[in-house]
């Protein structure tokens, strides 16, 4: 999973707050407006084309909105 900072994606390194699960799910506890941003999800498996998911997460106050963009490669 990662992160766009910047007009770059970065990988999210888990912490107390948000973690990367095995299924490659992404679990953000007690989200806070600062986790607002463009979060990306790739799959790459060697055999078929790779596959990417970019989801914009919008936090302000007590409303949360996602935003999906599919891309195929």
């Known amino acids: 999973m990662f992160q766009n900072t910047d007009d770059e994606f970065k990988v999210v390194i888990s912490n107390a707050n948000i973690q990367t699960l095995e299924n490659g799910s992404l679990t953000i506890r007690e989200v806070r407006e600062e986790n607002s941003g463009e979060y990306m999800c ?12 970019v989801v914009r997460l ?12 599919l891309i195929m490669y």
């Open 42 to 53: 790739q799959a790459v498996n060697g055999v078929g084309p790779e596959a990417s998911t």
């Open 58 to 69: 919008i936090v302000n106050g007590s409303l949360i909105l996602l935003y999906l963009k």
